[in-house]
């Protein structure tokens, strides 16, 4: 009797449980078709932030991309298209955003997330031929220059410059110059001001 009891308050636990469970389902697990159930609205590391006023994107393991409209106090995970590890975002408005991550994924966002596209080829040689990271689990970060949003920077080991919005990238210095580039901060008022940061020490220029 005392288990026919029990039995009775566990079933009748789980039912109020599912009743009283969010409504709204979690974000998508990469591109795998799964949904995200506890926690919410996901549960895979991040790895990198970038806000545009209230506005900001987070970026992580296995194609997490977050959004929020709030300034982070509330998330909503978003649809990469991609499992791949994204490891750095930039947003030059509150609805342009790139994301970078492993095997050479470059993903676009022009309507504050509602759908990304990835930018390079699927032979990821938006590079000189090249794949677009290299060591990517170690660099693999994004800079967009705060005018112009078609102009993205790879600080990847060696300084990168994109004028097409990632389509294609080329070196501003030869890697004996300028090597293991690491972080890339640009003057919000003015493009023609960096500070690059590398293993030799940081670097200044006042002309791109």
């Avoid at 549960?43 to 709030?70: K, P």
């Avoid at 309507?111 to 990304?116: K, L, M, P, Q, V």
């Avoid at 220059?145 to 600080?155: A, E, M, Q, R």
Wanted: charged letters at 10%; aromatic letters at 8%.
């Amino acid at each position: 009797m005392r288990r026919r009891a029990l039995a009775a308050a566990f079933a009748a636990g789980v039912v109020s449980a599912c009743v009283a469970a969010p409504t709204h389902p979690g974000g998508p697990v990469g591109a795998s078709g799964w949904q995200w159930g506890n926690p919410l609205p996901q549960g895979n590391t991040v790895a990198a932030l970038s806000f545009a006023g209230l506005n900001g994107y987070a970026v992580g393991e296995f194609g997490t991309i977050l959004a929020t409209a709030d300034g982070g106090t509330t998330w909503s995970a978003q649809t990469p298209g991609t499992t791949n590890q994204l490891n750095g975002v930039a947003c030059t408005s509150t609805s342009a955003c790139r994301a970078v991550g492993l095997s050479g994924t470059i993903l676009t966002t022009a309507n504050g997330g509602a759908t990304w596209t990835r930018v390079n080829d699927a032979n990821n040689k938006s590079i000189d031929g090249m794949g677009p990271h290299w060591r990517p689990f170690y660099f693999s970060k994004v800079t967009a220059d705060p005018v112009d949003s078609n102009t993205l920077y790879l600080p990847n080991g060696v300084l990168y410059r994109s004028t097409d919005g990632g389509k294609h990238f080329k070196q501003v210095q030869p890697y004996d110059n300028l090597w293991d580039t690491h972080a890339l901060w640009i003057a919000p008022d003015d493009p023609n001001r960096m500070i690059v940061a590398a293993d030799q020490g940081a670097r200044i220029s006042v002309n791109r």
